[in-house]
């Protein structure tokens, strides 16, 4: 199963400057209480991205087109299809960006774990518009900002409509 996990502005903005828009330790925990134990697949800069890398006790992949770039604790693929192959049967993969990767794999994903915050940011990034024709959100859970993380948000489960 593939599944796309994404934080979005209220602009579908994902990012800036190679950094999320913001910190949320809530949408972290729900991040890594999602993936563990799983693969995460990502693009060449979000990987530059991660303060700590690989993100521990899951399988870290990364797509670059550099034939020769080698990363530890990461296995390197040169093409979305590259990657695919590399995947088990029955292995959960979760698509956790950048910009790139999301467009690559948005066709291919079965469900998006999406986190609206709900506030506007300055961005260079962004997350493809969500088609209501092909996906059907069938969880909202919403969030109010604390001391700790200062937005409001909602955890929003979308699954791919059957055709
Ligand atoms: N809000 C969120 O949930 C979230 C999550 C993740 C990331 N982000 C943000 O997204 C931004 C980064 O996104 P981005 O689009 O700039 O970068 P990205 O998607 O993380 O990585 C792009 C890189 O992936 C490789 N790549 C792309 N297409 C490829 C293909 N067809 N075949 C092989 N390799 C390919 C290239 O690496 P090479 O240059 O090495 O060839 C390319 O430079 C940052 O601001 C980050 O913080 C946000």
Same mark, same amino acid.
């Given at each position: 199963m593939i599944h796309i996990i994404v934080a979005i502005g209220n602009q579908g903005e994902i990012g800036y400057k190679n950094q999320l828009l913001c910190h949320l330790p809530a949408d972290l925990k729900h991040f890594k209480e999602l993936t563990t134990g799983h693969t995460i697949l990502m693009g060449r800069k979000t990987w530059d991205s991660l &303060? $700590? $890398? &690989?993100? &521990?006790n899951r399988r870290n992949l990364v797509i670059s087109r550099n034939k020769d770039l080698q990363l530890e604790g990461a296995e390197v693929f040169a093409s979305p299809e590259e990657a695919l192959k590399n995947i088990g049967i029955g292995e959960e993969v979760f698509i956790i960006g950048g910009e790139q990767i999301y467009q690559l794999f948005v066709n291919k994903a079965d469900k998006i774990h999406l986190t609206h915050i709900l506030a506007d940011f300055e961005a260079d990034a962004f997350f493809p518009k969500i088609n209501p024709e092909e996906w059907y959100l069938c969880e909202e859970v919403p969030f109010e900002k604390d001391e700790k993380n200062p937005y409001n948000f909602i955890f929003q489960t979308f699954i791919r409509k059957q055709k």
């Amino acid at each position: 199963m593939i599944h796309i996990i994404v934080a979005i502005g209220n602009q579908g903005e994902i990012g800036y400057k190679n950094q999320l828009l913001c910190h949320l330790p809530a949408d972290l925990k729900h991040f890594k209480e999602l993936t563990t134990g799983h693969t995460i697949l990502m693009g060449r800069k979000t990987w530059d991205s991660l &303060p $700590k $890398k &690989p993100l &521990p006790n899951r399988r870290n992949l990364v797509i670059s087109r550099n034939k020769d770039l080698q990363l530890e604790g990461a296995e390197v693929f040169a093409s979305p299809e590259e990657a695919l192959k590399n995947i088990g049967i029955g292995e959960e993969v979760f698509i956790i960006g950048g910009e790139q990767i999301y467009q690559l794999f948005v066709n291919k994903a079965d469900k998006i774990h999406l986190t609206h915050i709900l506030a506007d940011f300055e961005a260079d990034a962004f997350f493809p518009k969500i088609n209501p024709e092909e996906w059907y959100l069938c969880e909202e859970v919403p969030f109010e900002k604390d001391e700790k993380n200062p937005y409001n948000f909602i955890f929003q489960t979308f699954i791919r409509k059957q055709k």
